[in-house]
Antibody, heavy 125, light 113 residues
Framework: QVRLQESGPGLVKPSETLSLTCTVSGGSIRSFYWTWMRQPPGKGLEWVGYTYYSGGTDYNPSLRSRVTMSVDTSKNQFSLKLSSVTAADTAVYYC???????????????????WGQGTLVTVSS | DIVMTQSPDSLAVSLGERATINCKSSQSVLYSSNNKNYLAWYQQKPGQPPKLLISWASTRESGVPDRFSGSGSGTDFTLTISSLQAEDVAVYYCHQYYTTPLTFGGGTKVEIK
C-alpha cells in the first residue's frame, strides 16, 4: 500500500513562496501521477495540480502562474511550490497518488486513491 | 471547467435509515472510448484526509461496506447509504477526474437525526 507524508513549513509570510514535499513509501514513484489538493479551513476540496516522474505537469488554471511541481526519483519525493502567497492560500495541503491508464492510446488519470494526512499551511505575517 | 453540484448541502438521517446524496456535473463525464464514468465519491471525517469510497461512479473500493453504493451516468449521479451507521457521519464529496481542471462538488454533510 502506498503511503504519503507531507512536510514543510506550517507558516509562510504573504508574498513569499510556499514549499511542500511529499515522501512516498510502499510504491514506485514511477507508477502514478502525483497530485496536490488543498482545502481551506471549513471549506471544500480544490485540485492544485499533478506531476509525473518524467516531468509532465498539469496545473489548475486558477493557480497556474504561481505553481511549480516536480518529482525527485532518487528520494521518492515530489514537491509543490506556490509563489506570491496570500491569506487565500491558507489551507490544509494534501498530496495524493493518481493511477493512470491508457485508453486507446490516450493517457487517462484515475481517481486519487492514496492520500497523505495533510499539512496545514497558514499564510500570515 | 466541469462544475460539480451536490445536493443537499446537509442532511440528517436516523440510524438505520437511507441517506441519498446527489451530484450533477455541468457536462458529461462518460468517456465514450471505454464507456466509463470518471466520477468518484469520497468520505471525509473531521481532521482526516478524504477516503475513496467509490470510483467509476459505482465501483466500491475494497473494504468499503456494501451499504455504500453509487449509481448514475453521464451528468447525474447518486451516492446511497442504505442503512446509516453512527460511523458514517462525515462530509461526502463527488469528484470528476474526466478532465482537468479536476473538480469536486461542494460537499454534503451527513448527520444523525
Amino acid at each position: 500500500q502506498v503511503r504519503l507524508q507531507e512536510s514543510g513549513p506550517g507558516l509562510v509570510k504573504p508574498s513569499e513562496t510556499l514549499s511542500l514535499t511529499c515522501t512516498v513509501s510502499g510504491g514506485s514513484i514511477r507508477s502514478f501521477y502525483w497530485t496536490w489538493m488543498r482545502q481551506p479551513p471549513g471549506k471544500g476540496l480544490e485540485w492544485v495540480g499533478y506531476t509525473y516522474y518524467s516531468g509532465g505537469t498539469d496545473y489548475n488554471p486558477s493557480l497556474r502562474s504561481r505553481v511549480t511541481m516536480s518529482v525527485d526519483t532518487s528520494k521518492n519525493q515530489f514537491s509543490l511550490k506556490l509563489s506570491s502567497v496570500t491569506a487565500a492560500d491558507t489551507a490544509v495541503y494534501y498530496c495524493a497518488s493518481m493511477p493512470v491508464e491508457k485508453v486507446r492510446g490516450v493517457i487517462m488519470v484515475r481517481e486519487a486513491n492514496y492520500w497523505g494526512q495533510g499539512t496545514l499551511v497558514t499564510v500570515s505575517s | 471547467d466541469i462544475v460539480m453540484t451536490q445536493s443537499p448541502d446537509s442532511l440528517a438521517v436516523s440510524l438505520g435509515e437511507r441517506a441519498t446524496i446527489n451530484c450533477k456535473s455541468s457536462q458529461s463525464v462518460l468517456y465514450s472510448s471505454n464507456n466509463k464514468n470518471y466520477l468518484a465519491w469520497y468520505q471525509q471525517k473531521p481532521g482526516q484526509p478524504p477516503k475513496l469510497l467509490i470510483s467509476w461512479a459505482s465501483t466500491r473500493e475494497s473494504g468499503v461496506p456494501d451499504r455504500f453504493s453509487g449509481s448514475g451516468s453521464g451528468t447525474d449521479f447518486t451516492l446511497t447509504i442504505s442503512s446509516l451507521q453512527a460511523e458514517d457521519v462525515a462530509v461526502y464529496y463527488c469528484h470528476q477526474y474526466y478532465t482537468t481542471p479536476l473538480t469536486f462538488g461542494g460537499g454534503t454533510k451527513v448527520e444523525i437525526k
